[in-house]
């Protein structure tokens, strides 16, 4: 019997490159390649044969297969992304005699390397939770042993009884002041000059719906159990639309040894409607505190997919950050004012009272580094 080819991801439109030698260990880049003259063009096809994942390249019109590209691992030696895009990738294709070729793979749009990026990490950890299922399956797991002993016997009591066992009265309810029967309870007072700024703008936040409420607890359980490299994210305990986060400096990158803190703010309706995503730490790369344009942002609602949780927009923005492509909330910047603004990024953390609340453990360390 064949084993079962299940589908993850079909893209129409896919981009084949023929690459030059990797000319360091840094990593390949896109902008080596000749982009504007891809050696193929076709449909991508992501299907998952028990636990092997398969890339599949097939002709747009006739679905003739044209190569594939088998996955065990991600990341891994069959798939690496390029230093310099998220939309490219190169993997390594593989015919049934085992010879192998390395090619250049690219998205026309970003929203689409998102997309692979995802199921590509949703199926490994899939996996991976399907595996310790598996082995806690195994364990033997002690019997609980819940029957009554011989002579054991239980009570219960029903309302409340004194040492005799009486009933005991109940006790009155307070009766309003004579006259004052009519007499309206003042409300408190408006905040002061000396409110927190936050906190009055947490208490005016807009009612999220219980569908937002149940998804956003769910990523953030995911992010606790399965946590991203290099990135950090909690939700305001008084707002549960208002998250914030810390990105750590790709290494390689400008931005090494640097810590960016931001915030995502998402609508009430989510996750039908994508989040407003800002970074705060001066960083070269984005507008400090200013609404950033992204396919996965709140600028482009017609590309937004309901099923892209909170990790991958996490993730989506760290790989935008590390390109040079320009948008709305963008700006230009050398290589060594973003390496000057990574080494100051510390300092204004710990000025930041937003960042030490909401990340104690990190301001503490950052504190120690100072110290040093």
């Not at 190169?90 to 929203?111: E, Y």
């Not at 992204?294 to 790989?319: F, K, M, R």
């Amino acid at each position: 019997m064949d084993d079962y080819e299940s589908v993850c991801l079909v893209k129409p439109e896919i981009f084949i490159y023929r690459i030059p030698p990797q000319a360091s260990n840094k990593g390949h880049k896109a902008a080596d390649w000749k982009l504007d003259e891809p050696n193929w063009t076709g449909r991508l096809k992501l299907v998952s044969i028990n636990k092997l994942l398969v890339i599949k390249l097939e002709d747009k019109e006739s679905g003739n297969l044209y190569a594939k590209c088998p996955i065990e691992q991600y990341p891994g030696p069959a798939i690496e992304t390029v230093t310099d895009s998220s939309r490219y990738f190169v993997i390594r294709l593989k015919n049934d005699s085992g010879q192998t070729a390395f090619v250049g793979l690219g998205f026309a749009d970003r929203s689409d390397s998102f997309d692979f990026n995802v199921a590509l990490q949703d199926h490994f950890k899939y996996l991976e939770k399907d595996e310790q299922l598996q082995k806690s399956a195994e364990k033997p797991q002690p019997q609980l042993d819940l029957a009554f002993k011989e002579g054991q016997t239980i009570s219960i009591n029903i309302g409340k009884k004194d040492k005799s066992g009486n009933p005991l009265a109940a006790k009155p309810r307070p009766q309003a002041a004579s006259g004052d029967a009519n007499i309206v309870p003042l409300l408190p007072p408006p905040p002061g000059p000396s409110m927190n700024q936050s906190r009055v703008r947490e208490m005016s936040a807009p009612e999220p719906t219980q569908t937002a409420i149940r998804r956003l607890k769910r990523d953030l359980e995911k992010l606790q159990e399965e946590p991203i490299d290099g990135i950090t994210a909690m939700a305001l305990d008084t707002n549960i639309l208002e998250w914030h986060y810390v990105i750590c400096g790709t290494a390689d990158t400008p931005y090494e040894g640097g810590l960016y803190h931001g915030k995502l703010v998402f609508p009430p309706d989510f996750p039908w409607k994508p989040p407003s995503i800002y970074m705060m730490t001066p960083n070269g790369r984005f507008i400090p505190n200013y609404r950033l344009c992204l396919t996965i942002s709140d600028y482009h609602p017609e590309t937004w997919n309901p099923g892209w949780t909170v990790s991958a927009i996490l993730v989506g923005l760290h790989s935008f950050m590390n390109e040079d492509s320009i948008a709305t909330g963008c700006t230009t910047s050398t290589d060594q004012q973003k390496r000057q603004l990574a080494q100051d990024s510390i300092h204004y953390n710990l000025r930041d009272l937003e960042f030490c609340r909401c990340f104690p453990e990190w301001a503490e360390e950052l504190r120690k580094t100072v110290g040093k």
